[in-house]
């Protein structure tokens, strides 16, 4: 009996036909191991793991092989986006024992989940074997398996970081991190590191971007530009359809694992829109925009969410929907247009990539380009996107993650404000965003105020909301509120921080699983940033914009001591720290609290777009009606004779109201 066919996570639905027995993660699935005295079978992996699909075909689909599973273990299917936690536990076990780690991840545990064999991808007759061999050590030398498992668990147990007390954030600190950034700058290709597979920066460059605000440093600002600029001129951007590809999988940027996750585009829009609002760079703003315009055309759910993947096979074959030939070129445009795309998009007969086909890259420098130029790129890629359509297309996993939307909806906004102040319309990327946040709020917070991590056309699944879920909801209800002034998002925002608080930090740790969670063999609490932000730093960033909101100083002293404790990765190891570096960044700079009075937003007009301009990263900005109800930065702000006002406020000392836009230019700049 498979249990799978009704989950929320299209992984699992994914092999609700195999001959295995499969059981979603539950403590129902380690009860049955204990009833029939077998060892467990842990599969980890996600709809968008090419190996994944492999290992599913050659072993999951093989009759044989099912049976072999079915007669001598209890099998766990388990969605890594689903369930992080019991990922990030296997995860360390596997690295621990193995060395490496990746997807699909294959673990052997005890009816208790301890963990004594891991791996990753076994090719069938490996894996046929491999069955054998632990069955038999199971039944004929189960006291070494435990005893294994006792210490890979004593192994992985998350260690203390930084003291009890934690190391204060200091601006040396924060200048040790950027310049080890900058040392580890590919000065040829961008980056950081030489060689590939080359995943996209976005943390570290969110954090260097704030870093250049707070001090002018321009060695740090063009490590951002450089690398901006290569991904965006690479194969890893979508030069047709925009948005990114998970990563490049060689050192220049060109050839992509073709899945699209969502996190990365939030993420990497927030890093182009906060380059263009910092450079006025055109290519950044385009691309800033055409990666909005691909999260809402391709991403966005009916009920006002966004997805969560595109697959990197169509079909079972890699770019089987993205790579062009000089013939297709000329077959989708013409013979003059078919030209034309091939000179800009370095599109060559003997091609970059498999069997004489091209991954499409940006050749040609077409942003400063005349306009006729221009007009005929973009002439070429709608013509070109639309002939893409006709061809196969990659499947989508289509569950929302709590999280993940969360980035999107912040990144959309940030997006919003951004193209307004410098003079482009962003269309209705705020209703958007507050459309996405609400679809948050009512459907995946409970009545009891907890949160649900995944949804799936409407159905809101079982894993409950992970640290990561809470920060990174917060931090985006604590934004639409800035974008609507409705009381109500800084609320929400507040009640999801103290959960957080409350269940989640224990004598000054910081956990990604809350105290009343399913147990596992460990508590997971890992500090560090990924292809996502930490649940530690997803949680200070949203502490720090809840104080600088609410006015509440114990929200800013609970982020400093949570940066604290990740104080010696930031400044040792800022690849993997760059969403705390970035909350750092906005911990030093105050943050920068912003409230312009105004009876009516347009006569404030002017204000808002240089408060958005030239505030520093991690400010907050709030416009609207001198002591609006459910608006504190509006609290005691009235209007300076009868005029918009603008109150800028840095850790509890304000500067005299401004009226004028220069002035508020030159208090946000001094």
Not at 123 to 152: H, I, K, T
Not at 180 to 189: F, G, S
Request: charged share 25%.
């Amino acid at each position: 009996m498979n249990r799978l066919g009704s989950s929320t996570s299209p992984y699992l639905r994914q092999h609700a036909a195999n001959p295995v027995d499969w059981w979603p993660w539950s403590d129902a699935a380690l009860a049955e191991a204990r009833d029939r005295d077998v060892p467990v079978l842990i599969s980890v992996g996600y709809a968008a793991c090419h190996w994944c699909h492999v290992m599913a075909h050659e072993s999951f689909e093989d009759p044989v092989i099912g049976a072999k599973i079915n007669a001598n273990f209890v099998a766990i299917k388990v969605d890594r986006e689903e369930h992080p936690d019991v990922d990030a536990v296997y995860m360390a076990a596997t690295q621990a024992m193995t060395g490496q780690g990746g997807w699909p991840m294959t673990v052997f545990a005890t009816p208790d989940g301890e963990p004594f064999l891991c791996g990753t991808y076994f090719p069938r007759d490996n894996f046929d074997r491999l069955l054998d061999a632990v069955g038999e050590a199971w039944r004929d030398q189960r006291d070494a398996v435990l005893r294994q498992g006792a210490a890979v668990v004593e192994a992985i147990a998350p260690q203390r970081l930084g003291g009890s007390g934690g190391t204060p954030i200091t601006p040396d600190l924060l200048a040790q991190a950027a310049q080890r950034l900058v040392a580890a700058h590919d000065v040829a290709y961008g980056g950081f590191g030489e060689g590939g597979p080359k995943f996209p920066p976005h943390l570290a460059l969110l954090f260097l971007l704030r870093h250049y605000k707070r001090t002018g440093d321009k060695d740090v600002l063009e490590v951002v530009q450089h690398t901006a600029e290569a991904m965006a001129r690479g194969g890893i951007y979508d030069q047709v359809g925009g948005g990114f590809h998970r990563y490049a999988v060689d050192g220049h940027w060109v050839v992509p694992h073709f899945e699209k996750m969502l996190y990365d585009n939030a993420l990497l829009l927030r890093v182009y829109t906060d380059l263009w609002r910092l450079t006025g760079d055109a290519l950044a703003g385009r691309v800033a925009r055409e990666t909005y315009e691909c999260l809402v055309r391709d991403f966005s759910t009916p009920e006002g969410g966004f997805r969560s993947a595109y697959d990197a096979d169509t079909e079972g074959v890699e770019g089987l929907t993205y790579v062009w030939t000089p013939d297709q070129l000329v077959e989708a445009l013409g013979e003059e247009d078919g030209r034309f795309a091939a000179d800009v998009f370095g599109v060559t007969a003997a091609g970059n990539f498999e069997h004489g086909a091209t991954v499409l890259t940006l050749a040609r420098d077409v942003d400063d380009a005349d306009q006729a130029v221009r007009d005929r790129w973009r002439q070429v890629k709608a013509k070109l996107f639309t002939a893409r359509q006709d061809r196969p297309q990659p499947a989508i996993d289509g569950k929302v993650v709590a999280a993940w939307n969360a980035l999107t909806i912040t990144a959309i906004g940030e997006y919003a404000r951004v193209a307004e102040a410098l003079g482009e319309d962003p269309g209705d990327a705020a209703d958007r965003a507050e459309r996405a946040a609400t679809l948050l709020a009512e459907r995946h917070v409970d009545a009891d105020g907890r949160l649900r991590r995944v949804s799936l056309d409407g159905i809101v699944g079982e894993p409950a909301g992970v640290l990561e879920d809470y920060g990174c909801v917060a931090e985006a209800f604590a934004l639409i509120h800035q974008l609507t002034g409705a009381a109500v998002w800084l609320e929400r925002a507040g009640a999801l921080v103290d959960t957080a608080l409350a269940k989640f930090v224990e004598d000054g740790r910081v956990f990604d699983t809350a105290v009343d969670a399913q147990r596992l063999v460990t508590r997971p609490a890992d500090p560090t940033d990924n292809a996502t932000p930490s649940g530690a730093s997803a949680l200070a960033s949203a502490l720090l914009a809840y104080h600088a909101l609410s006015g509440e100083p114990s929200y800013r002293d609970r982020a400093a001591e949570i940066l604290g404790q990740v104080a010696e990765v930031i400044a040792k190891h800022p690849r993997f720290a760059g969403y705390s570096a970035a909350a750092a960044e906005a911990l030093l700079s105050g943050p920068v609290e912003i409230a312009i009075a105004t009876p009516d937003a347009g006569q404030a007009a002017e204000l808002t777009r240089v408060a958005v301009r030239d505030a520093p990263g991690g400010a907050v900005l709030v416009v609207g009606e001198p002591d609006r109800p459910g608006v504190p930065l509006l609290d005691g702000r009235p209007l300076i004779e009868g005029r918009p006002a603008a109150y800028v406020c840095r850790g509890f000392v304000c500067d005299r109201p401004v009226t004028d836009p220069v002035g508020l230019s030159t208090v946000l700049t001094a």
